[in-house]
């Protein structure tokens, strides 16, 4: 008998810190987006790939719904609603060991506006005693209708492969939208500048982390080495002088983490030069919103 192929888009929405990158990242394989502890960290809509023998899985990353405070967070809203639309499956992601938020109610009532069939995924169990999750699938179901309720650590694994093989299920039969190598439709450059941005998130606190941008000037691929230039973003002085910190120290931190990362990527030597600069209030123009990469509409 002939194997059918299925494949088809699964979006990931919920609210910050929930565990959407760390649960994609897993699937995939591979750090498609990043990953960190402040809010607010995944900024564009990211699609990860998972490619089998039967079937490819779309993932779409979004930001996490917030209420806006800049054009950027304008953006980021459009972003994840967006998103929900034209998708075959939903996963709405929560973290065990939070109780139902405010910003849970402005998701399902974002959810129940669509047919799409939608799956809750009970993130960090790794954190909560098993008993503490009948109450919270009773709290949830009581909200709104789910197709599945899966329980997960995106962290350890533990029961992802049941999500993915559900996942699956619900899928119609359709062609491979990507190749089979490809684990994200972003760009290399983008993936650069992510990686040096959740350097930059790790060793930083308060506004700083949401006041950076990362652009890669130039990759530079050779035999043994990859040079690459990037300039690190961010709307004031004073914010620059941390950045750099004391004779340079928190560049220099940065960089070498970045630097490392980026060697198990190419698979090379990387030299890695990176460079801060002050782009007063850069989060509220449009014009370098769009010029930065930003999707406004
Ligand atoms: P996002 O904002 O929803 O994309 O969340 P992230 O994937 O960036 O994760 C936010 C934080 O939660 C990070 O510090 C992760 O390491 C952590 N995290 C994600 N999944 C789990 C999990 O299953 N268990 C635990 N203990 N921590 C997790
Ligand atoms: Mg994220």
Excluded: C
Excluded at 16 to 29: A, C, F, Q
Excluded at 159 to 179: A, D, F, M, R, W
Excluded at 256 to 264: Q, V
């Amino acid at each position: 008998m002939e194997l059918k192929h299925k494949s088809g888009f699964v979006s990931l929405v919920g609210r910050p810190n929930v565990g959407k990158s760390t649960l994609l990242n897993h699937m995939i394989g591979e750090k498609v987006s990043i990953v960190s502890d402040k809010i607010q960290t995944t900024r564009h809509r990211i699609h990860g790939i998972l490619s089998e023998e039967d079937a490819q899985i779309i993932f779409v990353d979004t930001p996490g719904v917030h209420k806006p405070k800049h054009e950027l967070g304008d953006a980021m809203v459009n972003v994840s609603i967006q998103s929900l639309r034209d998708v075959d499956l939903v996963l709405f992601i929560i973290n065990a060991e939070e109780g139902f938020g405010k910003g849970d109610q402005f998701i399902i009532n974002k959810l129940k506006e669509i047919n799409t069939p939608v799956f809750l995924v009970i993130n960090k169990i790794d954190l909560v005693h098993p008993d503490d999750l009948l109450p919270l699938i009773t709290l949830y179901t009581e909200k709104m209708v789910f197709s599945e309720v899966v329980p997960v650590s995106a962290l350890n694994g533990n029961n992802v492969e049941t999500l993915q093989s559900l996942i699956k299920s619900y899928l119609p039969e359709g062609p491979k939208y990507y190749h089979p190598d490809d684990k994200t439709d972003r760009s290399t450059q983008f993936r650069i500048s992510e990686l040096i941005r959740e350097k930059v998130l790790f060793y930083t606190e308060e506004e700083i982390p949401h006041s950076v941008n990362v652009l890669v000037e130039s990759i530079e691929e050779k035999e043994h080495i990859v040079h690459i230039h990037a300039l690190i973003i961010t709307e004031r002085p004073s914010q620059k002088g941390i950045l750099i910190g004391k004779r340079g120290s928190m560049l220099k931190q940065i960089g070498k983490e970045a630097r490392m990362e980026l060697e198990d990527y190419f698979d090379k030597k990387v030299n890695l030069q990176l460079w801060v600069k002050v782009v007063k209030d850069w989060r509220n123009r449009r014009s370098l919103l769009a010029q930065y990469g930003f999707d406004l509409e």
